[in-house]
Structure formats: C-alpha cells, structure tokens
C-alpha cells in the first residue's frame, strides 16, 4: 500500500511559478515511477507529468514541456512539480500519482495504483 500527500497548490498569479510535493509513505517512492495527473473544472483528468523510479526517465504532456519539470527525492520518500511560467489554463486540482509495479511511467490513467487527495492550483489572470 502507498499513500500519497500532495502539498504546495495555491494561488499564483500567470507566469508565475509553483512547486507542488508529493509525500509518499507506506512503501518507498523508489519502488513506483511516479508522476502527476490535474483535472481543471468542466475537463477531463490529463496526464502531466511522470517520472521513472530514480528519475532517469521522464515524460511530459505537450501542454506543459519545458515549463514544468518532475524531480524525486527518494531519500525523502517525495516526488516534485515544478511549475514556471504559468497560464491560467493550468488552473486545476493536480494529483500525485504512483504506478503499479515495474512500471516506469505514469502517463495513463490506467499506469496508476495509488492517487494522492489533489491539490488545488489556482492561476490568475
């Protein structure tokens, strides 16, 4: 079992920056490639972003590449999302992610096991 706390969401105003964390307990972060999810109001839940168990390899949606980057620290059992230049669009509940076992991505819904509360990102115009 895997728990997953997210913290850092807010309010931000556009082209602004924000880091979210993911604190995980019940098992190590090093044993899941872990990632974020968002879900903005009237749309779907898309992938954001996801990185391997150690972190060498990472995927990101379109929408946020070179922009947003996913750091772990295993050490601390948490995974990152650093978030610059934001736009109002990225306004959404994000979600911490954790992958069943040997994957090494998150970028489906179905990748994930386990899913954090959500916190909420708030960007203004």
């Known amino acids: 079992q895997v728990q997953l706390v997210e913290s850092g969401g807010g309010l931000v105003q556009a082209g602004g920056s924000l880091r979210l964390a993911c604190a995980a307990s019940?098992?190590?972060?090093?044993?899941?490639?872990m990632g974020w999810f968002r879900q903005a109001p009237g749309k779907e839940r898309e992938f954001v972003a996801s990185?391997?168990?150690?972190?060498?390899?990472?995927y990101y949606a379109d929408s946020v590449k070179g922009r947003f980057t996913i750091s772990r620290d295993n050490a601390k059992n948490t995974v990152y999302l650093q978030m610059n230049s934001l736009k109002p669009e990225a306004t959404a509940v994000y979600y911490c992610?954790?992958?069943?076992?040997?994957?090494?991505?998150?970028?489906?819904?179905?990748?994930?096991?386990?899913w954090g509360q959500g916190t909420q990102v708030t960007v203004s115009s």
């Open positions: 992610t954790a992958g069943g076992s040997f994957l090494i991505k998150t970028t489906s819904l179905t990748d994930n096991d386990y």
């Open positions: 990185s391997s168990q150690t972190g060498s390899i990472t």
């Open positions: 019940g098992r190590t972060a090093s044993s899941h490639a």
